[in-house]
């Protein structure tokens, strides 16, 4: 069983660096030997082809804009059961790729390449108090950094999300507030 757990998102952009920054403190910890951390950043493309290499399960690091307070911490389900080539080939902006267009983009070269896409994808996102152009972390995001680590942590011992499968565009959600992650 092979996991790649991905940050993404532009750390140019303040908050949108979260995921990048929480797989930075992630690579300080000690992991199960089939997990692979690495930062993507806004590299989208370059992911879509690294999951070509065979993962079991892929964890998406990402800023969520949800509507909760800044530093809500999401676990989101990702519905890989219909995944396959996207009748329509995904837009290919390399700086601006959701993590749908990344897997959109993964099924069709899956399809054309025999390979097989991660049979479980999972979102951890943080509620971002501002995504304007700046470097840094705002306040509530930086402190949910460390329950985010706790909690991909968690999710890579036990295995199981406290969701329900769920399609993105309707997904399942737990929300952790940054209180009860630090326990």
């Given at each position: ?13 303040r ?126 995001v ?17 295995g ?24």
């Open positions: 069983m092979r996991t790649l757990v991905a940050g993404i998102g532009n750390i140019f952009l908050d949108d660096g979260f995921g990048v920054e929480t797989v930075r403190m992630l690579t300080e910890r000690r992991l199960p030997d089939h997990v692979e951390v690495v930062d993507i950043g806004v590299r989208g493309v370059h992911l879509a082809y690294q999951l070509l290499d065979g993962y079991d399960t892929l964890v998406l690091v990402d800023a969520t804009a949800r509507g909760e307070a800044p530093g809500t911490l999401y676990v989101i389900e990702h519905d890989v059961g219909g995944a396959g080539p996207s009748p329509v080939a995904p837009a290919l902006d390399g700086h601006r790729m959701t993590p749908d267009t990344v897997l959109a983009l993964l099924g069709t070269l899956c399809a054309g390449t025999g390979g097989e896409p991660p049979r479980r994808v999972l979102v951890v996102g943080c509620e971002p108090a501002s995504v304007d152009e700046g470097i840094g972390l705002t306040a509530p930086a402190d949910a950094v460390p329950q985010a680590v706790r909690l991909i942590e968690d999710l890579l011992r036990d199981e999300p406290p969701v329900a499968p769920a399609s993105t565009t309707e997904a399942a959600t737990a929300e952790v507030s940054t209180a009860e992650a630090s326990t």
